[in-house]
């Protein structure tokens, strides 16, 4: 019979699981700083979060896209908006690109508020920022890989991220430092600088978001 000699490490989790664990419980904190803000600023952590995703959106969105970003029903994403509504932090308007559907925004006290949930992080934001730059560029290209994998579960909600962006022109300058290239504002875009939620996001077709992430992936 073959026996395998034991090891001290024998019982440790894969590098994967532990980076599970890892994002999970850091999640965690992420979680309860928020809702201690939400809480001050009596809000449930959905409304908080719906808050969130409303904030530099000029053009509103949609209830169905609310509900897709926090995994909720529409049903349950329909009673976190009126509950906002009521308290005079999102208004509903007529979508610009259909005159029939409802589009939502942040009222001004909205955005007030929305800017107050932001600070909520800030603890973690410094925790980030003291890795050294090399570190935190590793960091975010790691987790932007991490994502582009999810993507292919399809449980991964839609980003306003450059890769999802009908202006990012992947590979532009080939065997380049910074081979991407951001059409809108004309320029190169280095790994640093790609951005998870742009304002001026514009979706681009399924094919090539789904080439993008794959080749970042
Ligand atoms: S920076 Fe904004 S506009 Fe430019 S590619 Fe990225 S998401 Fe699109």
Not at 8 to 28: G, H, L, N, Y
């Amino acid at each position: 019979m073959d026996i395998t000699p034991e090891t001290p490490w024998d019982s440790t989790p894969d590098v994967s699981a532990r980076i599970v664990t890892a994002i999970a419980r850091i999640a965690t904190v992420l979680r309860s700083g928020m809702w201690e803000v939400s809480t001050s600023e009596n809000l449930n952590p959905a409304q908080a979060e719906i808050l969130q995703l409303l904030q530099h959106r000029t053009r509103g969105v949609r209830l169905t896209w609310l509900a897709k970003q926090l995994s909720i029903s529409a049903a349950s994403a329909s009673d976190s908006v009126a509950a906002l509504v009521a308290k005079g932090l999102v208004r509903k308007a007529r979508a610009e690109d259909d005159g029939r559907a409802t589009a939502l925004h942040l009222t001004q006290e909205g955005e007030r508020v929305a800017l107050r949930l932001g600070y909520a992080l800030s603890f973690a934001d410094a925790a980030a920022s003291s890795l050294p730059q090399e570190q935190q560029v590793q960091l975010l290209t790691g987790l932007f890989r991490l994502i582009a994998q999810l993507q292919k579960t399809d449980r991964f909600p839609e980003l306003r991220a450059c890769l999802s962006c009908r202006h990012f022109e992947p590979n532009k300058y080939p065997g380049q430092a910074v081979p991407h290239h951001c059409a809108l504002v004309n320029a190169p875009l280095p790994i640093s600088f790609l951005r998870i939620d742009c304002a001026e996001h514009e979706p681009t077709d399924p094919a090539s978001q789904r080439r993008n992430w794959e080749s970042f992936a």
